[in-house]
């Protein structure tokens, strides 16, 4: 991992980051992805936490890491929620997986978050990977899914000791992460080079 740079990203980066993004979900969890348009919805949203969203680049500046971050609330009753950070997509080029880049985008950007005043961060992802970080399910804490729902994917991490020891409830993610419009994905897909949706083992949908 020599030789990258992490730092914020600008405006001047969306098209390439929404690029990246496509890249590296292509067929991963579903026949095509809907990622990159999930974040290009979100452009401009105030849920979009803009200060810790980090494009990592190689020698040539070339994007080849993405972490993207909004804000979601825990919420126990209509009228008692908490702010709680989320992040994802995190994207790293295929070319350079597996090389501590998914890594260092997590690291650097959850220490930015600490000073930030949030109790913690909650996401939803695989567990093998993200437990390295100290996420930890999120029903340890009490905290379900935005249907009731609980799962070991959905997981927690208190940006301070004891942050989310009084947080508790059902976890509302932007609601433009599971309302996605697949005429207009079809449409917004065409401004990027062609790509076959394959399906294949393993995805999730
Ligand atoms: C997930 C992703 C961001 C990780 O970035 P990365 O730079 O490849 O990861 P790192 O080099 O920091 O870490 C590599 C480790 O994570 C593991 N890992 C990577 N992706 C994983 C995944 N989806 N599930 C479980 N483990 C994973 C690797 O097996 C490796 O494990 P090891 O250290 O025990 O050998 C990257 O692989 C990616 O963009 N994948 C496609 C999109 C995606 O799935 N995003 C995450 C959605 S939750």
């Known amino acids: 991992m020599q030789h990258v740079t992490f730092r914020l ?8 980051s929404e690029f990246l993004i496509r890249e590296a979900f292509w067929n991963v969890y579903q026949p095509g992805c809907e990622e990159h348009f999930i974040v290009h ?6 849920q979009v936490v803009e200060s810790l969203n980090l494009v990592c680049t190689d020698p040539e500046g070339q994007l080849i890491g993405h972490i993207f971050y909004t804000r979601s609330q825990v919420q126990s ?13 995190i994207s790293v080029h ?3 997986q597996k090389k501590g880049i998914g890594s260092e985008l997590i690291r650097r950007s959850m220490a930015s978050a600490k ?7 909650l996401i939803t992802g695989n567990p093998a990977y993200y437990h390295r970080f100290g996420f930890r399910p999120a029903s340890d804490y ?7 729902s609980s799962f070991p994917e959905l997981m927690a991490c208190e940006l301070s000791p004891g ?3 009084n947080v508790h409830g059902r976890l509302l993610f932007c609601p433009q992460f599971s309302n996605v419009d697949p005429v207009a994905l079809e449409a917004f897909d065409l ?15």
């Open 142 to 148: 009490g905290i379900v899914f935005q249907d009731g």
């Open 191 to 205: 401004h990027f080079p062609p790509k076959t949706r394959l399906k294949k083992p393993g995805q999730l949908h």
């Open 41 to 46: 919805n979100l452009r401009g949203d105030p």
């Open 9 to 16: 990203e600008t405006p001047l980066d969306y098209a390439n």
């Open 94 to 96: 295929p070319t350079f």
């Open 163 to 165: 942050a989310l020891d």
């Open 77 to 89: 009753a209509p009228d008692t929620s908490w702010p709680v950070l989320t992040f994802g997509p």
């Open 115 to 121: 000073g930030m005043g949030f109790p913690g961060i």
